[in-house]
């Protein structure tokens, strides 16, 4: 690197360009002014002027003229051609390397015996670098005030030029230009309470060049700041509350405020506090106090935001500090009271029934409850009152007496009415009212048929009980109307009601009723039947019961243990009128008596029935003395052979196990067996059964062998029941054929001879259910029937349906049922749980309905 030097180009000896160049720096500028000068050197020289020379300096030209050369002395000798100067700018670090010298002449001509046309002297150069680097400099800030501090600056290098920024460098503010390392000064006219980013820039003598201190933050004094404050308790008898507060000026003014929000709530007057931190206690007044509970009229606390605003005079000083607390009430401080309610039942059938309107009939007494007077505290209202009685609760807004209606338990029952203010605060107050238990009169057992079934004469009986309503030890309920009307089914309305309270027995709170000769419905024709029963409630509790009385003679009669075919009156478990078809075996557990009976065996016919009532063509009575049969008569009988007379007389007289024995004695018999036949006849001392036994030579297990004789009533047969029984049952007596459908039975089942036909046709039908069920469901056990029998109509002027259902058909699931015509339904489910069965409504399309249920064993 240099500030100077030569360079040159000689095409022949002692002839060519001869250039120097020298550099003037400025250092503040970051230049050097770069001057060539241009020489032309040679022993003699004559040439004219050349306009096209040329030179350049950093790649910056000019083209001149030379002047012509006239020299002819001897001897060497230098010519200045040009003189040319540019301004070179260094690098921002002040280096600048590589700048181009170069300078051109043409000569055009043979010099020393070498033709020259144009010579060009040119070099680089490296200049020499120029200092360029920056101050290093310091501040710091002292001497903070709400208005003002002082930044002290240092230099490491003479600056002559010093400025500050507020803003961290953006805006600058000349404060020195006194040359030296250090300066300082105050900045007056600040914030209180603000904060500040001071840097300080510096311009070194030498060279110009700025150096920049690191940032320096700085707070103004002045406004308070609120460090904490704790919870407020807005409605103690005297609210005290100290916030934390750290003060820089005891001079001035500090003002607090409550906000909830962006709503002030409470604006305190002026407050003084020494300078430093502490804790300043602040008292509300009365007012004060006053204002902050109506501002919170409607909410119990509340999260507060607690400013505070320093001021000199009117001007605010800084801005405004704020922290959070809870502004709070209590119930204690600030919930309502309340006097005493009043209550009556409102209803006058019940209250006139009673005679105290302070009592109360469940589920029939309206509870009418006056709220007591509430009073709101400390700034708040009463918003609502409410009563509460059994799970039921009704409010109002204005006091206002409140209905509960019906009271659904008895006993002594709480009544609880309640007061709420604005803020949420709540007073209950508590009383007992006495309730009276109570139901509408029920029917226990009830009981309406024709006559026989078949009559036009109507048979009613029931039994019932009312609630007792007992005021002051008096029992006050009794029957007001017993009366029934009825239609024909087909009808669309019914008939007018007729009484029948004055012949209702009444003892107590029970009550009973009978009248076999009710009234006459044709006996042709269905009738709906209406019974209605009200005790001194009235309309209130009226019970309603329907029943459907069908026309006479019904095709099935079920009767308790019985069930008659063609018969209302059946006199055994079934009791069948007309002729029978059976394809199966039957068994029978019990005798067999019967005038006609389709068997491949002939019996004769013989009289089940009293003495005086005989009939003389079918058993002749020889004495009413001897076995006993279920009708409750004594007799003996006489079994006569109608085709031959021939005929067996037994005397049967006696106790205990017995039999009869009887044998045909001509082959042609049509009533009788054949010849040589004989039929056992065995009592146990319970039941009697027939028993083939055969030819009458025959002799089987025990049993005496028959003579031939036509009458026996000599001979004894010593079998007793039990033992004809194990001789049929090993079937050691010929087979009796009952057409595969009537043959004596002990149990088992079924078969196609009649040897081990076991169908047991004994039927026992019990009453479950008799009524109208349309909706809801009835229930009945289930562990004493092996099955159920449903009697319904899919619609009520349908004929009747009946379905009949095992009991291993139920299960615990609802199972689907259907009693249906062509055109309407009616659908119910069944199932048990435990020993109940359930049936329970479940759709229609019409007015189908479920009249009777019966068990089945």
């Known amino acids: 690197m240099a500030l100077s030097g030569s360079f040159y180009k000689y095409p022949v000896d002692n002839f060519g360009l001869y250039c120097t160049w020298s550099a003037t720096q400025s250092v503040t500028g970051n230049y050097s002014d770069v001057t060539l000068n241009v020489y032309l050197k040679y022993y003699t020289l004559n040439v004219g002027s050349r306009s096209d020379?040329?030179?350049?300096?950093?790649?910056?030209?000019?083209?001149?003229?030379?002047?012509?050369?006239?020299?002819?002395?001897?001897?060497?000798?230098?010519?200045?051609?040009?003189?040319?100067?540019?301004?070179?700018?260094?690098?921002?670090?002040?280096?600048?390397?590589?700048?181009?010298?170069?300078?051109?002449?043409?000569?055009?001509?043979?010099?020393?015996?070498?033709?020259?046309?144009?010579?060009?002297?040119?070099?680089?150069?490296?200049?020499?670098?120029i200092d360029r680097t920056a101050p290093t400099v310091t501040c710091s800030v002292s001497n903070i005030t709400a208005n003002s501090f002082k930044i002290t600056a240092t230099s490491s290098a003479t600056a002559d030029l010093w400025d500050y920024s507020l803003d961290d460098g953006i805006t600058g503010t000349e404060f020195s230009t006194t040359a030296g390392t250090s300066a300082s000064t105050t900045v007056t006219g600040l914030s209180p309470n603000t904060t500040y980013y001071v840097r300080v820039s510096v311009r070194k003598k030498s060279n110009r060049v700025y150096g920049e201190s690191s940032t320096v933050t700085v707070k103004t004094l002045g406004g308070a700041i609120i460090n904490s404050c704790p919870n407020i308790t807005a409605d103690a008898a005297t609210v005290t509350f100290k916030p934390n507060v750290t003060v820089y000026d005891a001079s001035y003014s500090y003002y607090l405020s409550i906000y909830n929000g962006s709503t002030e709530y409470l604006a305190l007057s002026a407050r003084t506090w020494s300078k430093g931190t502490a804790d300043r206690?602040?008292?509300?007044?009365?007012?004060?106090?006053?204002?902050?509970?109506?501002?919170?009229?409607?909410?119990?606390?509340?999260?507060?935001?607690?400013?505070?605003?320093?001021?000199?005079?009117?001007?605010?000083?800084?801005?405004?500090?704020?922290?959070?607390?809870?502004?709070?009430?209590?119930?204690?401080?600030?919930?309502?009271?309340?006097?005493?309610?009043?209550?009556?039942?409102?209803?006058?059938?019940?209250?006139?029934?009673?005679?105290?309107?302070?009592?109360?009939?469940?589920?029939?007494?309206?509870?009418?409850?006056?709220?007591?007077?509430?009073?709101?505290k400390n700034g708040a209202s009463i918003v609502s009152y409410a009563a509460t009685c059994n799970g039921v609760t009704d409010s109002n807004t204005t006091g206002a007496a409140i209905n509960l209606y019906e009271v659904a338990k008895s006993g002594t029952v709480d009544v609880v009415v309640t007061a709420t203010d604005s803020r949420g605060y709540t007073v209950s107050s508590t009383q007992q009212i006495t309730v009276i238990p109570y139901a509408k009169p029920k029917v226990s057992d009830i009981s309406l048929r024709r006559t026989n079934d078949i009559e036009a004469e109507m048979q009613l009986t029931f039994n019932g009980s009312i609630s007792p309503i007992t005021v002051s030890g008096t029992q006050k309920n009794s029957l007001l109307y017993v009366q029934y009307r009825y239609k024909l089914t087909s009808a669309s309305s019914y008939g007018s009601y007729t009484s029948i309270l004055s012949s209702v027995t009444q003892s107590g709170t029970s009550f009973?009723?009978?009248?076999?000769?009710?009234?006459?419905?044709?006996?042709?024709s269905s009738y709906d039947f209406h019974l209605y029963i009200r005790d001194q409630l009235n309309t209130l509790s009226a019970l309603n019961l329907y029943f459907t009385v069908p026309q006479g003679t019904p095709l099935v009669a079920l009767r308790k243990k019985k069930v008659g075919l063609n018969t209302p009156t059946p006199d055994s478990a079934l009791h069948v009128v007309g002729d029978g078809h059976f394809e199966g075996n039957v068994h029978i557990d019990g005798n067999i008596t019967?005038?006609?009976?389709?068997?491949?065996?002939?019996?004769?016919?013989?009289?089940?029935?009293?003495?005086?009532?005989?009939?003389?063509?079918?058993?002749?009575?020889?004495?009413?003395?001897g076995f006993v049969l279920e009708t409750g008569a004594t007799i003996v009988v006489k079994f006569t052979n109608y085709n031959t007379g021939a005929s067996a007389t037994m005397n049967v007289n006696g106790t205990g196990a017995k039999a009869i024995k009887m044998y045909?004695?001509?082959?042609?018999?049509?009533?009788?067996?054949?010849?040589?036949?004989?039929?056992?006849?065995?009592?146990?001392?319970?039941?009697?059964?027939?028993?083939?036994?055969?030819?009458?030579?025959?002799?089987?297990?025990?049993?005496?062998?028959?003579?031939?004789?036509?009458?026996?009533?000599?001979?004894?047969?010593?079998?007793?029941?039990?033992?004809?029984?194990?001789?049929?049952?090993?079937?050691?007596?010929?087979?009796?054929?009952?057409?595969?459908?009537?043959?004596?039975?002990?149990?088992?089942?079924?078969?196609?001879?009649?040897?081990?036909?076991?169908t047991n046709l004994g039927i026992t039908c019990t009453s479950l259910y008799n009524g109208t069920l349309t909706t809801g469901s009835t229930t009945f056990n289930y562990a004493s029937y092996k099955a159920y029998v449903i009697i319904g109509q899919p619609n009520s002027t349908s004929a009747r349906v009946s379905l009949f259902i095992p009991k291993g058909q139920l299960t615990t699931t609802a199972t689907t049922y259907q009693l249906a015509d062509e055109t309407n339904y009616y659908t119910f489910t069944l199932s048990y749980s435990g020993s109940t069965v359930t049936l329970a409504y479940k759709g229609r399309s019409g007015s189908g309905q479920v009249l009777r249920v019966f068990g089945v064993n």
């Open 53 to 129: 020379s040329t030179v350049s300096i950093n790649g910056v030209s000019e083209t001149y003229t030379a002047q012509a050369i006239n020299d002819s002395a001897a001897g060497y000798d230098t010519t200045l051609l040009k003189t040319y100067t540019v301004r070179v700018n260094h690098n921002s670090n002040g280096t600048k390397t590589g700048v181009a010298l170069s300078a051109s002449w043409r000569f055009s001509g043979t010099y020393s015996g070498t033709s020259i046309g144009t010579i060009t002297a040119s070099t680089t150069v490296d200049l020499d670098s």
């Open 281 to 376: 206690t602040i008292t509300l007044s009365q007012t004060e106090r006053a204002d902050l509970l109506d501002a919170m009229a409607s909410i119990k606390s509340f999260t507060a935001t607690i400013k505070v605003v320093t001021k000199s005079g009117t001007t605010q000083i800084g801005s405004t500090s704020t922290c959070t607390c809870t502004v709070q009430t209590s119930s204690a401080n600030s919930g309502p009271t309340m006097t005493a309610f009043t209550f009556k039942d409102s209803r006058s059938a019940t209250s006139t029934l009673t005679g105290n309107n302070q009592l109360f009939i469940q589920g029939y007494s309206y509870l009418y409850v006056t709220p007591g007077v509430a009073t709101a």
């Open 512 to 524: 009973s009723f009978s009248n076999l000769e009710l009234c006459n419905l044709d006996a042709n």
């Open 594 to 625: 019967a005038d006609n009976l389709d068997l491949d065996i002939d019996v004769p016919p013989f009289y089940y029935g009293t003495c005086s009532t005989a009939a003389a063509t079918v058993a002749k009575v020889v004495a009413c003395s």
């Open 664 to 758: 045909g004695t001509t082959a042609t018999n049509t009533y009788m067996w054949r010849s040589g036949e004989a039929v056992l006849f065995v009592y146990d001392g319970t039941n009697w059964q027939m028993v083939g036994m055969g030819t009458a030579t025959t002799t089987y297990y025990g049993l005496t062998k028959l003579s031939s004789s036509t009458s026996s009533t000599s001979t004894t047969v010593a079998a007793t029941a039990s033992a004809v029984k194990a001789a049929y049952d090993r079937q050691d007596f010929d087979e009796i054929s009952l057409t595969t459908a009537l043959a004596l039975s002990y149990g088992g089942t079924g078969a196609t001879t009649a040897a081990d036909a076991r």
